[in-house]
């Protein structure tokens, strides 16, 4: 063995709870991706398999509870974990169990993106299943990470005559225990997307971002990701949220067509705009 592999320090290790999509558009490959090119490393525990494209759901099929734990106490009990993501759950059972797994680990920043449904809006998460997460993963969540719909399904209540407005969503969800909520504006109709970090004092920060033509397969898995791995590498929540939102605009600007649904964040735009930089510069050189 080359003695200098005992040495090198090992990059910050994200455990991340979701399901597999075969596009890797969105869930756990999207999240490994992400992770990656941040300079993470990706450990997983597989919630469910789903059978998609980038143009929608078309099965989801939950593990079982038992082989979710087995593959996150695996893991846990050989690799030091400095920050959990959590996706899609797929179950109750799965969501008691990673509520109960996490709960080890009080110390441990948990971004929780909650993926009610498909960017199409096929659905994830049934009542019982969103209720479960009410009670049993909120109360754990550091950063929730929301769009305006999931934000209001996870909010609502009974007794509202109208619909609520995104503050009074985000308050009651810091009531629920939730540390700090990040409501994305991607559904809502406004010339820009409008994203709003909330804490127990109310707004920390606003942002606004272009709002880009298409829609993206896995744009929410990316910025979940992104936050976590950007807070596994010391950053606080809010400049992981600044850090990350930037991010994850890039992706979508650099998006591509995969297949015949929507676009794919290109969490390695990074990568190839270097390659034609690289070959930009070749071919400069072999002009003089």
């Not at 272009?210 to 606080?236: D, F, K, M, Q, V």
Request: with cysteine.
């Amino acid at each position: 063995m080359n003695s200098s592999t005992t040495t090198t320090p090992s990059p910050p290790q994200v455990l991340v709870f979701a399901a597999s999509d075969p596009s890797s558009g969105a869930g756990i490959q999207a999240d490994l991706l992400t992770l990656a090119s941040l300079g993470c490393h990706p450990l997983t525990a597989l919630t469910a398999l789903t059978v998609q494209d980038t143009v929608g759901v078309q099965s989801i099929h939950p593990v079982s509870a038992e082989l979710l734990e087995q593959q996150a106490r695996t893991i846990l009990e050989d690799m030091p974990v400095v920050a959990f993501k959590i996706g899609v759950l797929g179950s109750i059972e799965n969501v008691l169990a990673v509520a109960e797994i996490v709960s080890d680990y009080p110390e441990t920043p948990l971004i929780f993106d909650p993926v009610l449904a498909s960017g199409r809006g096929d659905e994830l998460s049934g009542e019982e299943i969103i209720s479960a997460i009410r009670e049993m993963l909120l109360p754990q969540t550091t950063l929730l990470t929301p769009n305006a719909p999931e934000a209001r399904r996870l909010a609502e209540s009974d007794e509202d005559e109208i619909e609520p407005s995104i503050d009074v969503c985000a308050q009651r969800l810091i009531e629920m225990g939730v540390q700090y909520v990040l409501i994305t504006g991607t559904h809502e109709n406004t010339p820009d997307v409008v994203n709003t970090l909330y804490g127990a004092e109310g707004v920390i920060r606003r942002d606004r971002w272009e709002r880009l033509p298409g829609s993206y397969h896995g744009s929410g898995c990316t910025l979940a990701s992104a936050i976590a791995g950007c807070i596994a590498g010391g950053a606080s929540v809010e400049d992981a949220v600044r850090d990350a939102q930037d991010y994850t605009w890039q992706t979508l600007k650099n998006g591509f067509r995969g297949g015949m649904g929507q676009f794919i964040p290109d969490r390695f735009f990074w990568a190839r705009g270097n390659e034609e930089d690289a070959d930009n510069d070749e071919s400069k050189a072999d002009g003089e």
